[in-house]
């Protein structure tokens, strides 16, 4: 296998443009709908830092050992800012996470990578899919919540190392394409199962989507949204739905 290429902060062809900030909500979310996001966020983060630390012993080189590392560094800096405000909000991170802890648990337990290919496609599909979520949950919080929401999502550099890796793969193996594709509806089903499991229990967070739109028909439009980006991420590797 080649070496793998210096990622940059070029925006790759699945980028998907940011929503629009806007200003801040004449109606703010309440306190503990703030909190539930932040939670869900740091939780996410901090078990994506234990999740890249893992995988990149999957690498089939020490250049792209470094990279997955140097990925799951910055997923931990970013769950420490986290930390530190919620710790100002006067919350312990501990437990603004924990309601989250069993659908991220279950998610991530069925959602095991076999190999290193598996690993950089759950990184790419399943991170992209909850960053564009929180990218748009991040309109509706005030300062400096909103700011700090939109600062931790993932640097869009390592979004193109993943998919050039997925694509050298491809290019290498045609027959890889399908076995990832499969895997991609995987993690994008098993997310949406535990998604439906964390609104019935969170009715908080559900609240801070709901309110952001009118009606149920902008909830449908969100989701629309995030779908749409899905799918341009998936055919910018060469997957397919």
Partial sequence: MSAPAEPTRATSAA?????PVVADPVDPPTSAAVVDLLGLVAYGELVAFDRMAADARLAPDLARRAVL?????????????????????GVAPGEAMSPFVPALQSYHDST?????????????????IADDFFREMAVFLAEPDRQLVLDVLHDSRYDEFAGQEI????????KVA???????????????????????ERMTLTGLIARGFDDQAGVQVLFKRITA?????????????
Avoid: C, F
């Avoid at 590392?69 to 909000?89: F, G, H, P, Q």
């Avoid at 694509?167 to 045609?174: F, G, T, W």
């Avoid at 499969?182 to 439906?196: C, D, H, I, K, P």
């Fill in 167 to 174: 694509r050298l793969a491809i290019a290498a193996d045609p």
């Fill in 69 to 89: 590392s140097e990925m799951a560094a910055v997923e931990i800096t970013n769950y420490r800012r986290l930390a530190d405000r919620l710790t100002e909000l």
């Fill in 112 to 128: 095991e990578p076999k190999d290193w290919l598996e690993a950089l496609t759950k990184a790419y599909v399943g991170d992209g």
């Fill in 178 to 200: 399908n076995r990832l594709s499969m895997w991609a509806r995987r993690l994008v089903g098993e997310g949406l199962s535990q998604a439906v499991r964390m609104a019935a």
């Fill in 229 to 241: 980006a899905h799918t341009i991420r998936m055919s910018a590797v060469g997957l397919n739905n």
């Fill in 15 to 19: 980028s998907v443009p940011a929503v």
